[in-house]
């Protein structure tokens, strides 16, 4: 299991630049919205709509803020959109950007870095992915418990650790992940635990790549995520991570998958995502304010 051990660096041991970029930026979000966010969430392909719940206070395009990369996938608007969801104050990415589009490490997890930075606590991850498990059907939800990371990068912080099991602790918070399947329950759609494989992309794999993914034990395939997750481990985050089953691989039967009938996917199922984060939040921000302020705060100091 990926995990992340308990007495880890701080993000003051990134580079000096980074540290300074997040700083800009974060008083930049500060000066219009001078507000403490109790989670950040980042909105994958196709469900950029999840935004639409948010009662924003401030948006932020991407091109607006010092050192961001801009997002250039389809189905990804590209701003930063701060206000409540719920009641519970939120910092949202709409949509993001990916190795392939040509960034750093260092600006692909910036925004986590910025996220952290402004004070959230947790971050909920979300993704369109395509579905390895043969038991997955297209519009499923998969809340991932771990995941692959066939970048074969890792963030600047990650890189210097050791990840041992016997003295981590998970990157996907174990507690969120069970609640995140049981408000599913109870909201009466399929949700899955599975582990995540992220690649590089921006090719869909072949039919052989798909019965490898599988073979290792990948139960959906995307590319993006692990890096984010990595980083908001390394800054003390609890992490949740929730990905769209798009379509499912069958390497016996193949059909021909392009990126518009993904974002189409992705957002005929968005539903259930606007049905489970808002619930994920209220139940975290319950439990936070039942804690009295024992709940794991983040150690990012930049």
Request: aromatic share 6%; proline share 6%.
């Amino acid at each position: 299991m990926a995990v992340v051990e308990e007495d880890k660096p701080d993000l003051r041991r990134l580079p000096e630049a980074a540290a300074r970029h997040a700083r800009q930026v974060a008083e930049i979000v500060r000066a219009r919205w001078p507000v403490r966010p109790a989670a950040g969430l980042i909105l994958g392909t196709g469900l950029g709509r999840l935004a639409r719940q948010i009662d924003v206070d401030a948006t932020f395009d991407y091109a607006d803020l010092p050192h961001l990369p801009r997002s250039t996938a389809i189905g990804h608007r590209g701003r930063l959109v701060c206000g409540r969801l719920n009641g519970i104050p939120i910092v949202a990415m709409e949509g993001r950007c990916h190795f392939y589009e040509g960034y750093s490490l260092g600006q692909l997890t910036l925004p986590v870095v910025v996220m952290a930075a402004l004070g959230i606590e947790t971050l909920v991850l979300s993704n369109a992915s395509g579905g390895l498990n043969p038991r997955f059907e297209s519009g499923d939800v998969m809340v991932i418990e771990d995941h692959i990371n066939l970048m074969f990068w890792r963030t600047e912080i990650a890189s210097r650790q050791c990840y041992r099991g016997d003295r981590g602790r998970p990157i996907y918070d174990p507690v969120l992940t069970a609640e995140a399947l049981r408000l599913a329950r109870r909201h009466d759609f399929a949700a899955h635990p599975g582990v995540y494989v992220a690649v590089t992309g921006p090719n869909y794999e072949t039919r052989a790549e798909y019965r490898f993914l599988r073979r290792i034990g990948g139960d959906a395939v995307g590319m993006s995520t692990v890096l984010e997750a990595q980083t908001a481990a390394h800054c003390g985050l609890r992490t949740v991570g929730l990905s769209i089953i798009t379509n499912v691989a069958r390497p016996d039967s193949p059909h021909v998958v392009c990126p518009e009938d993904v974002i189409a996917a992705a957002e005929s199922a968005e539903g259930k995502l606007r049905l489970l984060i808002p619930s994920l939040l209220s139940q975290i921000s319950s439990t936070a304010n039942d804690a009295k302020g024992m709940a794991p705060k983040s150690r990012c100091r930049v």
